[in-house]
């Protein structure tokens, strides 16, 4: 579950108070809005990566609004994969597992588990300089997924493939979602994408979260 | 009728801009070449040689490679978490701070020397003078060469880490790091070539520091003494085959230490 309860920010002329909204457990939450609405913003501020000036945020049934972003058990895929551009795929899968000192093995055989999920098992030794978009993104959930998160933060990570491999992506998204209980909350502005995924739409639009219910993506309840 | 009288006339002349350009390039680079070519020919390379091999150069030598060193890494050992903060920090006055951190590479050389002579006379500076002698020691070599060398150094860091996204950072905090473990883990792994560039600047400009350390170190031969001192003091006696052979020597460990960098910096 991801809860935002009355959340206020503010940078300048730009921001937004009061905003509430749900996406229950295990739904897939897709987040539209105009380009400069503050769709990201809204992501950073669950992921813990700003403050916000008032309110609570819930990730699972826990509070976090005051815990640092590592410890709010979320994964995040912001817009370009932001890779870590020195490690190999094999390491920024295994990163989130690494730095919570998980044994060697147990990491390997996650880094492998996921690598096969998501098709990159060959590209395992290759840096991100030598990826194209779409397995850069591919790597990115992988990494996101690694310490299986309660909560998946996904800013347009679609948005800048070609036709083919956003479908590929697509169904991989949808594969996810799924076969584990990730709770999804999917930025986009592309409309095909949103009734594609969506189990819940938000939309965002001055400074106000406007709710509905689709089919697709409802609460899943598998587990990998 | 000609069948090209009205085809658009094919531009391939080169532009006036382009020549006034290359002719200015030209000019500049013959100027720095025939500086360089007329001291290299001045006296012969024996009488050179010899200059070279008196005791007090060698051992102005040896003290200029160890002081550039170390001022060089104490250079970086600043310059990487101040260009963070300055790169990555949002904070009221950081324009001033950004200002103040210019200092030293707007102060006339003598000045800074004099301040650095001043600040250990107070009772802060003899306070640390009571561990560590500076004023007239090696150590305040090493202290003179980092106040300049230190604030290219933090130039460079911070150019550094503006061209570096903050979101790969920003992604490993969200995946259990801290923010100095996410800088230590993928910040500076990518910062690695601006980090040696950093140091090699620090190190170059230590390396021709002669204002501070003449007047917060001195120039006591066998103690004080770097290179561009040796060329001061050799000057200063009328001795313009050893001034010329230092000279000719730092030139040297320059295009050394330039075409090191491009090398090394292209394998990191």
């Known amino acids: ?224 | 009728m000609n069948s090209h009288a009205d085809a658009p006339e094919r531009s391939w002349k080169i532009d006036p801009l382009w020549i006034v350009a290359g002719v200015i390039t030209g000019a500049y680079l013959l100027f720095l070449l025939g500086m360089i070519a007329s001291a290299a020919t001045y006296s012969s390379p024996t009488e050179l040689w010899r200059a070279l091999l008196a005791r007090e150069i060698q051992y102005a030598f040896g003290l200029s490679l160890c002081t550039c060193t170390l001022s060089a890494l104490i250079s970086l050992l600043i310059a990487v978490p101040v260009g963070y903060l300055l790169s990555r920090g949002r904070f009221a006055g950081k324009a001033w701070l950004d200002a103040a951190l210019d200092v030293p590479i707007v102060l006339p050389p003598m000045v800074v020397g004099l301040c650095l002579l001043i600040l250990f006379q107070t009772a802060f500076g003899r306070m640390i003078e009571r561990w560590i002698p500076f004023t007239y020691s090696v150590a305040g070599v090493v202290l003179a060469q980092c106040v300049i060398g230190a604030a290219f150094a933090v130039r460079t860091m911070r150019g550094t880490f503006d061209h570096l996204s903050a979101r790969p950072e920003e992604v490993a905090m969200t995946l259990g790091c801290t923010r100095a473990t996410a800088v230590w883990r993928v910040t500076l792994p990518a910062a690695r070539r601006g980090m040696f560039a950093a140091a090699t600047i620090a190190w170059a400009r230590s390396l021709g520091e002669f204002g501070p350390v003449l007047v917060f170190a001195g120039a006591t031969r066998l103690k004080t003494e770097v290179l561009p001192t040796t060329v001061w003091l050799e000057l200063s006696v009328g001795n313009l085959e050893a001034a010329i052979a230092v000279s000719l020597l730092m030139v040297g460990l320059a295009v050394l230490v330039l075409t090191g960098v491009r090398v090394a910096g292209e394998r990191l």
């Open chain 1, 1 to 224: 579950m991801i809860r935002l309860e009355n959340v206020a920010w503010q940078a300048g002329a730009f921001g937004f108070s009061d905003l509430s909204f749900t996406v229950p457990g295990g739904c897939y939450g897709v987040l539209t809005g105009r380009t400069g609405e503050g769709k990201t913003t809204l992501l950073e501020l669950i992921c813990g990566l700003r403050r916000p000036l008032s309110g609570r945020i819930w990730v699972g049934d826990r509070e976090v609004t005051g815990l640092p972003p590592g410890a709010r058990g979320l994964g995040y895929v912001p817009q370009d994969g932001a890779l870590f551009p020195t490690l190999n795929v094999r390491e920024q899968i295994g990163f989130a597992l690494s730095i919570r000192k998980s044994p060697p093995d147990g990491i390997k055989r996650r880094v492998e588990e996921l690598a096969a999920a998501l098709g990159v098992t060959h590209l395992l030794d290759r840096r991100p300089d030598r990826l194209s978009g779409g397995e850069r993104q591919r790597v990115a959930l992988g990494r996101a997924l690694a310490a299986s998160p309660r909560v998946l933060l996904l800013d347009e990570p679609l948005s800048a493939l070609d036709d083919d491999t956003r479908e590929q992506l697509l169904g991989l998204l949808q594969c996810i979602h799924r076969e584990t209980a990730v709770t999804v909350l999917h930025v986009t502005h592309h409309r095909m994408e949103a009734q594609r995924l969506a189990g819940l739409m938000l939309n965002l639009e001055g400074g106000r979260i406007r709710e509905g219910l689709v089919g697709g993506g409802g609460p899943a309840s598998e587990k990998l």
